[in-house]
């Protein structure tokens, strides 16, 4: 009987303060863990399309399309880096040592307010497009949205090492046993990682949308009315019009999908129930990880310039030279 302890244990030589080996205890569990590796290897690939076609094509070198790219990338970085992680430590111990723990959480959170920061700066690309198109052009240039993006992800750079000052400090400190990888802060850090990462940020995308769907209405009903009146001689603005229209209902999809993915996480985070918490954790950390697989298929369906794209890309047409200069939208 002893012997089946040791082998239960992740270190047996250390004891007592050794974790317990993860066991599949149902053939689920092995099921599961392929569905996140396939989930995981779509995740990288799915997105690296993103980043290649928006990066190659000049065509697609506008402001919307660069936001795009930057989510990608954060997107990229969690099918690269956070699901291989989450599905090592469901199968087997943690041993790569404390530092590396502390530095693969650190990543999680740089990457999840990274994305976070790109859903707001998202909202508010689609607000002066729809809400303000005669100056959009005028103030919303690729200069400053390359700018907005470096500065969401030097901002995620020290606001994370604040938020996780202990455990990087002292990578050991919030670990019960030698094997184990967790998350840790005090209860005050939480909070306010809730208030700066969600709630502020939700309400602000709440708000944007909220005003772009109220105008994106009653341009619809404008549009349709002038289209009506005079058909034969469809003018380019309302073609224009028409294609932010349809931007914003694209973008819209990603917003909500994005909400629904990464709201249980934060509703879990705030629940003192811990017995619910532990039953549901691993679930609402695999949905919150499986949004960055979902953009890039939503990208797919809706955007029409991603598949002529992604057919370049897979077809090797991009190595062909001038192939920068395409017509892709």
Not at 10 to 32: E, M, T
Not at 116 to 140: E, F, K, Q, W
Not at 283 to 309: E, G, H, M, Q
Request: charge should be positive; glycine fraction near 4%; include cysteine.
């Amino acid at each position: 009987m002893e012997t089946e302890d040791q082998s239960e244990l992740c270190f047996p030589q250390l004891g007592n303060i050794s974790c317990k080996k993860p066991r599949s205890h149902w053939s689920g569990d092995i099921l599961l863990t392929v569905l996140l590796s396939v989930i995981c290897v779509f995740t990288v690939f799915l997105n690296l399309l993103v980043i290649i076609s928006i990066s190659h094509f000049r065509q697609l070198h506008t402001p919307t399309q660069l936001l795009l790219l930057s989510l990608a990338v954060s997107d990229f970085l969690v099918g690269l880096l956070v699901m291989p992680g989450e599905i090592y430590l469901r199968t087997s111990c943690w041993a790569l040592g404390d530092v590396l723990c502390s530095l693969w959480n650190y990543v999680i959170f740089m990457v999840t307010f990274a994305s976070v920061g790109h859903m707001v700066l998202i909202s508010a690309d689609r607000y002066a497009a729809i809400c303000d198109p005669l100056h959009y052009n005028t103030r919303v240039t690729v200069g400053r949205v390359r700018f907005c993006v470096c500065l969401c992800w030097f901002f995620s750079f020290p606001y994370c090492g604040i938020l996780l000052k202990e455990q990087l400090t002292h990578p050991a400190v919030y670990k019960s046993c030698h094997g184990e990888c967790v998350i840790g802060f005090e209860y005050v850090s939480g909070v306010v990682d809730v208030v700066v990462s969600f709630v502020l940020p939700l309400g602000a995308i709440v708000i944007l949308y909220m005003r772009v769907f109220t105008v994106a209405v009653s341009q619809a009903r404008a549009m349709r009315s002038h289209v009506t009146s005079i058909k034969p001689r469809r003018s380019v603005t309302a073609r224009a019009k028409k294609s932010e229209l349809k931007a914003a209902r694209t973008l819209g999809v990603v917003i909500l999908v994005f909400i629904l993915c990464y709201c249980p996480y934060y509703t879990f985070t705030l629940a003192d129930d811990n017995k619910i918490i532990s039953l549901l954790a691993h679930y609402v950390v695999y949905l919150f990880d499986f949004n960055s697989c979902l953009n890039p298929l939503i990208y797919t369906l809706f955007y029409p310039w991603f598949r002529k794209a992604v057919r370049c890309v897979v077809t090797l047409r991009i190595l062909k030279s001038g192939s920068r200069g395409d017509n892709i939208l």
